[in-house]
Structures are given as structure tokens and as C-alpha cells.
């Protein structure tokens, strides 16, 4: 069974800084065509992806957290993290660790966290 643990979560400063850590177990992240997510729900807003990072280490950023945040793998340990400074009132969410494995003529597996709470404020 695959499962996703974020922790790191927690209450923050404006200009503050977080990191957060996803545990995976059931699942290698390193092995196959994996990309690794986050993505966040803020309060009356729709879930969206934030970061992302391929199998090959190529990175992504949604625009509103570019220069702010950064995505690591650590295949090994089979965790992934993101690193969040300068955080701002809107980085407020929920932030998930998900796990997209490709699979040849058909949708990716996709494995979700349960969800760890960012707040921002002070």
C-alpha cells in the first residue's frame, strides 16, 4: 500500500520560512518515469499544483511561488521536500505531497498525502 506523510507544517511569519517533508512508502520514488508534486489548497480556492520535479531532476514552479520555493528528492532516503521562504499571507493552505508515476498508453498513477496545514501570519 503507498503512502504519502507530510509534516513541517505550521504556523509562520510573513517573510518566515518553512520546510516541508514527504515520506513515501509502499512506492520508490526513484524508480521508473516518478515526478514528484506539491500542491497546496488555500481556504475557498481550488487545490493547484506549486512545484514540481521530473524523474530526470527538472523543476517547476507555479508563478505566484517561483523564486520563493524549491523542490527536492532525496531518492534514497525515498522523500521529497520544499523549501518555502519569504512566505506571504496567500502561501496559506493545505500543502500535498503527491507522487505521479507514468505508465506507457495509459494515465500516470497518481498517490496523494493526506495534507499538511500552512499558516501565515502574524
Known amino acids: 500500500q503507498v503512502q504519502l506523510v507530510e509534516s513541517g507544517g505550521g504556523l509562520a511569519q510573513p517573510g518566515g520560512s518553512l520546510r516541508l517533508s514527504c515520506a513515501a512508502s509502499g512506492i520508490r520514488i526513484g524508480d521508473g518515469d516518478s515526478a514528484v508534486l506539491w500542491y497546496r489548497q488555500s481556504p475557498g480556492k481550488a487545490r493547484e499544483s506549486v512545484a514540481s520535479?521530473?524523474?530526470?531532476?527538472?523543476?517547476g514552479y507555479s508563478t505566484p511561488v517561483e523564486g520563493r520555493f524549491t523542490i527536492s528528492r532525496d531518492n534514497d532516503k525515498n522523500m521529497v521536500y520544499l523549501q518555502m521562504n519569504n512566505l506571504i499571507s496567500e502561501d496559506t493552505g493545505v500543502y500535498y505531497c503527491?507522487?505521479?508515476?507514468?505508465?506507457?498508453?495509459?494515465?500516470?498513477?497518481?498517490?496523494w498525502g493526506q495534507g499538511t496545514q500552512v499558516t501565515v501570519s502574524s
Open positions: 520535479m521530473s524523474s530526470s531532476g527538472a523543476r
Open positions: 503527491a507522487v505521479h508515476r507514468a505508465r506507457p498508453g495509459r494515465p500516470a498513477d497518481q498517490y
